[in-house]
């Protein structure tokens, strides 16, 4: 009956809306970005202003290597989706191995470096603003990438159980989004810190 | 106009008489509810719980304040009151009361059977919730400065370097921060999802040109929530960090910068102000067409001038920090800047005016209640570009004018459009009527009591009176101002029990509703009150912006006029 009242005798267009997982995804990018670009604002402020050493001139070096795998990650992810849409799924498989594989090294690489400020270097949280501001920003892009790298694990025991196929491409994508954000972060980390700031 | 068409009785067969369930097993309903309905009245009652408490705050301060020398208070506890009041105000009662309507309308208005992302509602709803509990646990838990009682008291702005351990040593600091991430948190997952939900789940023919103008400034005011709130998580995060970690962001003695908190803070701070105004502003956009019987006047300028207003915000953040010194270039800046955000302001007015002009005005209590919302709204943005110009502001910033100007804005414009909101929806929420009468003597006693308070609450300011003190000389001249402001909280008081008491005694006696009291014209209407849990039985298909009006005058629909 309600249909009788509602439906017109126009021809209906195909009503077609956007995933709401991409926008909803695009939403939290921004607030993410949001929060970022505080703690970015605050590093670039905060240069040169630390009253006692050490500087990020003494200290710091380029992770050359570690940023070429977190770079390269968004492109094994990216594979990895188009993959999975095209029912692909142990090259899917194999895609998000080797994505983890690369956030992990960058990981690693990020504690290495922590362990020689900390432990060669002296520097810690509490020494100075440099200190502060730059275990804040790294930190906190380091544990998105934790973040991050738990979910793509737990997409790749799904690919490898079987349990994700093609009709969950769309999700994987949303992922991948998150996983693109994370490492354009990176990179404006990496030239505020290493490059502008050193 | 409690009459209903035909054509709605028809989508209303079903409506559900549910059989009775023992108390836990409501409970356990409520607690685990992933439905949009449920979720928005859990942030609505939540709301005005917290809405109660800490309007016994202001209560409390006001008798304080009311005669000079007087001791009914002590300075630490006066100090905790207003800190209390403020963020409990801001985070716990304006924020979750307009999501909480939101959450409840805009599925129903865009024709859909639930949110984008029904969990991640739950948990917003829930770990905000848990941030109220966690800031009034702070009286329990907190371990404050003077030992004896022990809320944080370092005002809801909290400006460094007060913040640090050194000055504010105990938890209590700790509580109100963690309280405000957790809000900060709650906020993000509910804007995320109402943005999702008014994009990707409208009905058939709900084109973006066809929204209700209430969804359309909730994906604004949203959009604005999603930028603005994380700044103030990243600045809690600092503090926190400088609390715990020795971190040095607001340190001063090692080279940080108080100012810095200033500006993190505002940047939040004042496009906060717009994320409470524009849900307002959202009521008003459906409540005053539907009691003027007219469409809408300007629907393009209204959504223009919605998302203008929510551009321009974000640029004048430093008009709370003229007394800083920021220079003349940065003065003047803002002080444009601020000044400008009055031109899509004011777009609104006069549409809601031209909305109102011809119309056949219904005076109901919601039509008063928005009425008087247009008129305190003009004030309060006149004395808000008073403000605005940054040598007056020298003068006045930190004086009771600055906080009568405010609580124009937040009690005269949104708290108005909230109690409006209250007496158009409740009949949709409930299914019972409220008492027109009983809300007649709330709106005359509540618009006498807010004129009392903040219209006289201006003058102290202007004779010098400092905000934020716990008492004063009788020779300054403010005593008899402060009694005529406190009498005003007495008025107001009144009027919200009469309210509490008129939803409670409507809940049980008030008249049976029926699915369009009010003749209205969105789709909320066009299901049964209150809605069952599946929202439509079958999901409409519209063609114009007042689905409802085609459907009762299909001779001279809509849609022959739009495009």
Known sequence: MSEAVFISDVPVEPWVLPSRGVVGMACLICAEAAIFIIFVVAYIYYIGKSISGPTPHDVLELPVLTTICLLSSSFTVHLAVVNLERSKRALCSLWLAGTVLLGAIFLAGTAMEWNDLIYRHGLTIRTNLFGTTFYSLVGLHASHVVIGLLMLSLALIFSLNGSMTHMHAAKLNVLSLYWHFVDAVWVVVFLVVYVLGR | ?563
């Open chain 2, 1 to 563: 106009m409690a009459t209903q068409t035909p054509e709605i009785e028809i989508l209303n067969q079903s409506t559900p008489t549910e059989p009775r369930h023992p108390w836990l097993e409501v409970l356990h309903g409520w607690v685990t509810t992933v439905d949009h309905k449920k979720i928005g009245l859990m942030y609505i009652g939540y709301a005005l719980l917290f809405l109660v408490i800490a309007g016994v705050e202001a209560l409390l301060m006001r008798v304080q304040l009311a005669i000079p020398n007087n001791t009914f208070v002590s300075p630490q506890v006066f100090n905790r009151l207003f800190t209390m009041h403020g963020t409990t105000m801001v985070f716990f009662v304006g924020m979750p009361i307009l999501f909480g309507f939101g959450n409840y309308l805009i599925p129903l208005m865009i024709g859909a059977r639930d949110m984008a992302f029904p969990r991640l509602n739950a948990f917003s709803f829930w770990i905000s919730a848990f941030g109220g509990l966690l800031l009034y646990f702070s009286f329990l838990g907190g371990d404050g400065l003077y030992g004896a009682g022990n809320a944080p008291d370092v005002g809801w702005f909290a400006y460094a370097p007060l913040t640090s351990r050194v000055f504010s040593p105990g938890h209590s600091t700790d509580y109100w921060t963690l309280a405000v991430l957790l809000s900060g948190v709650g906020s993000v997952g509910t804007a995320l999802n109402i943005i999702a939900t008014a994009i990707c789940m409208r009905c058939p023919g709900m084109k973006m040109s066809r929204l209700p103008l209430l969804v359309w400034l909730y994906i604004v005011t949203s959009g604005l929530a999603l930028i603005i709130v994380s700044p103030l998580t990243a600045a809690q995060i600092m503090l926190m960090l400088d609390r715990y970690a020795g971190a040095h962001f607001f340190d001063t003695q090692a080279g940080g910068s108080a100012v810095l908190w200033m500006h993190f803070f505002w940047i939040f701070g004042h496009p906060e102000v717009y994320v409470l105004v524009l849900p307002a502003f959202a009521f008003a956009n459906e409540i005053i067409p539907v009691f003027s019987r007219k469409a809408i006047f300007g629907y393009p300028a209204m959504v223009a001038a919605s998302v203008g207003i929510g551009f321009i915000s974000l640029s004048v953040w430093a008009h709370h920090m003229f007394t800083v010194g920021l220079g003349a270039g940065a003065n003047t800046f803002f002080t444009l800047a601020t000044m400008v955000i009055a031109v899509p302001t004011g777009i609104k007015i006069f549409n809601w005016l031209a909305t109102l002009w011809g119309g056949r005005i219904h005076f109901t209590v919601a039509m008063m209640f928005a009425v008087g919302f247009l008129f305190q709204f003009l004030i309060a943005g006149l004395t808000g570009i008073m403000l605005s110009v940054s040598p007056l502001d020298w003068q006045l910033s930190g004086s009771y004018f600055v906080v009568a100007h405010f609580h124009y804005v937040l009690v005269g414009a949104i708290l108005f459009m909230i109690f409006s909101a209250f007496y158009y929806w409740y009949p949709k929420m409930s299914g019972r009527m409220l008492s027109e009468k009983i809300g007649k003597w709330h709106f005359w006693l509540f618009l006498i009591g807010f004129h009392l308070t903040f219209d006289f609450m201006h003058v102290p300011g202007i004779l010098g009176m400092p905000r934020r003190v716990y008492t004063y000389e009788a020779d300054r001249g403010w005593m008899i101002w402060n009694v005529i402001v406190s009498s005003g909280a007495i008025f107001q008081t009144i009027g919200t029990l009469l309210f509490v008491y008129n939803m409670i005694r409507a809940y049980f006696k008030g008249p049976i509703a029926g699915a369009d009291p009010w003749d209205a014209w969105t789709l909320e209407w066009a299901t049964s009150s209150p809605p069952p849990d599946y929202n439509f039985e079958t999901i409409p298909t519209i063609r114009s912006r007042r689905p409802l009006w085609d459907l009762k005058h299909p001779e001279d629909p809509d849609s022959n006029y739009e495009f």
